[in-house]
């Protein structure tokens, strides 16, 4: 089982950054599809960013021009880049693997980590 666990959430003031990191615990044989989320109090959950296993991004229009989603160079890790961060950001950050491969075995996946809080105020 992949475990899937998210860092770098803070408090910033409105025009900041932050850096999120989604961390893997498999690193030797499998390369993932990841995804970030995010869920404001109150609201539902929505799609941030998704990171692919041949390097498609895409974004939220939300954020889009804001935000950037890349691998690290360790092939279980992403970031995910905050500029110019507004308080209508604040939300609980969630990462999850949607799709793996591992050797030639390709699975589909719903893997959550547990969640960055973010918080921005104005």
């Known amino acids: 089982q992949v475990q899937v666990v998210e860092s770098g959430g803070g408090s910033v003031q409105a025009g900041g950054s932050l850096r999120l990191t989604c961390a893997t615990s498999?690193?030797?044989?499998?390369?993932?599809?990841m995804s970030w989320y995010r869920q404001a109090p109150g609201k539902e959950r929505e799609f941030v960013s998704s990171?692919?296993?041949?390097?498609?991004?895409s974004y939220a229009d939300s954020v889009k021009g804001r935000f950037t989603i890349s691998q690290g160079n360790a092939k279980n890790t992403v970031y995910l880049q905050m500029n110019s961060l507004q308080p209508e950001d604040t939300a609980m950050y969630y990462c999850?693997?949607?799709?793996?491969?591992?050797?030639?075995?390709?699975?589909?996946?719903?893997?959550w980590g547990q969640g960055t809080q973010v918080t921005v105020s104005s």
């Open positions: 498999e690193r030797t044989i499998c390369v993932f599809g």
């Open positions: 999850k693997v949607y799709r793996g491969k591992c050797l030639m075995k390709t699975f589909e996946a719903d893997i």
């Open positions: 990171f692919d296993l041949d390097g498609s991004t």
